[in-house]
């Protein structure tokens, strides 16, 4: 699997090899190209970019393991779409063969480091022979460099990767397989969904946790028979509540008695998947037995924070909604869980009458319950943004910068300028501005 500094050190490579291909896209650039000329120094100083890429790459190094991938993944979107959208302007200012040159020519040196740069950029671009090479070619690379190819073949998804993707689900590293098979839920071929079924015993969870929602996604209701089996065989706490997720899905008639049989499940993230299965079933047919709806109410005395809440948003769904007292009880607990729990509610409720508590959570202690508050008060629509766009400019540090987030998430450019502003001060808030900065863009989900 492909650890931390493999990663960064993608993310190094690729940068150097957009560096290089820039460079000599300016050589070839004739004199009187002033705009083109501008635009390929202001790449190569990084002016086309949010955040500096050593900047990026020393946040990501402190990053916890478990975030480094996605964003890594993120970043190397970044530079490709920002790369491409280069190429699309010197085509309109000249010709685009200028940077089609240099990637042809790397394209066709078999030992070229960069050779699967090259390919995946010129792919982007719909050029069949690149195509072709990579299909054929694919398995002769590194795992890390196969992994890389696929993240950039699949944000500019085309029909004609089908091959290569299918080709990649049986590569040995399980973070290729992982790639291949999300990105294979935007394909029309109904022969990706036979390979993808045979992955969900497979020895990797990842990769079966991916496989499991895949095949949701990709409407494969036949699939329950087969989720069963393996909720009874795994001995994966993970693989299990995800299972308990996809039933909330599908159109099966096992799904309503299985979920009623996991509410009382050992494991809180099983109980809590199987509340708001139950609840999406209840939204698409109208109503649940009652006594499901009972043994969901039960469930109010639960030990996990996580599970009152999602009881509480279940019954508010279905009409039940005496639970106020609850939440403004979450709201002011002394556990941390129990208050961002309750920020939760509040947004997704649509609680405007604990617009106050939320505000005053803006100053919490901690820092998931602020991110929680103020994304509860973006979920409130105009009311819930006026409160944060005071916060922004009359609140603490912490209140401006945790409402310029939310802000940020909403395409509030003024606030994504703060944001920016503050990362490159050098101040005390000057790194978490940046982590903030950097989870602007919605999540890689790969």
């Known amino acids: 699997m492909i650890d931390r500094k493999e990663m960064i050190g993608l993310l190094e490579k690729y940068d150097s090899f957009l560096t290089d291909v820039v460079v000599a896209v300016l050589r070839m650039v004739e004199d009187s190209s002033v705009k083109v000329e501008r635009k390929l120094i202001d790449f190569l100083k990084g002016k086309s970019f949010p955040v500096q890429i050593d900047t990026l790459i020393e946040y990501i190094g402190k990053l916890p393991q478990e975030s480094i991938r996605d964003k890594v993944v993120e970043s190397l979107w970044d530079l490709h779409s920002t ?3 280069l190429v699309v302007f010197i085509g309109s200012e000249g010709s685009r063969q200028t940077v089609y040159m240099p ?14 740069f090259a390919m995946a950029s010129l792919c982007s671009f719909d050029f069949p022979e690149a195509v072709n090479t990579l299909a054929q070619k694919f398995g002769e690379f590194t795992s890390e460099m196969r992994w890389v190819t696929l993240v950039l073949l699949k944000k500019r998804w085309d029909d004609k990767f089908i ?9 040995k590293d399980p973070e290729v397989v992982r790639i291949a098979i999300i990105a294979l839920r935007k394909a029309t071929a109904i022969s990706a969904l036979g390979h993808i079924k045979n992955l969900l015993f497979h020895n990797s969870e990842v990769v079966v946790l991916t496989a499991i929602g895949a095949l949701v996604e990709l409407g494969d209701y036949q699939v329950a028979s087969q989720l069963l089996d393996l909720f009874s065989r795994t001995s994966s706490a993970k693989v299990k509540a995800t299972i308990v997720s996809a039933f909330g ?26 509340i708001i299965s139950l609840k999406k079933k209840c939204e698409k ?44 009880a979450m709201l002011v607990s002394e556990n941390e869980q129990a208050r961002s729990a309750g920020a939760y509610l509040c947004g997704k409720l649509k609680l405007f009458q604990m617009k106050k508590h939320l505000e005053n959570l803006t100053a919490d202690r901690s820092w998931s319950v602020r991110k929680m508050a103020s994304l509860a ?8 943004k006026a ?16 409402a310029a987030y939310a802000f940020g998430l909403s395409d509030d450019q003024n606030a994504i300028d703060k944001l920016i502003a503050q990362s490159r001060s050098g101040s005390e808030m000057s790194d978490m501005a940046t982590s903030l900065l950097l989870r602007l863009s919605k999540p890689a989900s790969v």
């Open 377 to 384: 008060l973006l979920g409130l629509g105009d009311s819930g």
């Open 103 to 116: 990637l042809i020519r790397i394209m066709e040196k078999e030992n070229h480091q960069n050779r699967a």
């Open 163 to 171: 091959p290569i993707f299918l080709k990649a689900l049986d590569d």
């Open 249 to 274: 899905e599908l159109k099966a008639p096992e799904s309503i008695p299985f979920l009623e049989n996991v509410l009382e499940h050992p494991d809180s993230r099983v109980r809590a998947n199987a």
């Open 83 to 85: 790369f491409l959208d």
């Open 285 to 328: 047919e109208g109503s649940l037995p009652e006594n499901i709806v009972q043994k969901i109410q039960a469930l109010m005395d639960d030990s996990d924070h996580r599970v009152r809440a999602d009881c509480i948003q279940a019954l508010w769904t279905m009409g039940r909604a005496e639970n106020l007292g609850e939440i403004e």
């Open 387 to 402: 409160v944060l766009e005071h916060l922004m400019d009359h609140g603490t540090a912490d209140q401006q910068i945790i």
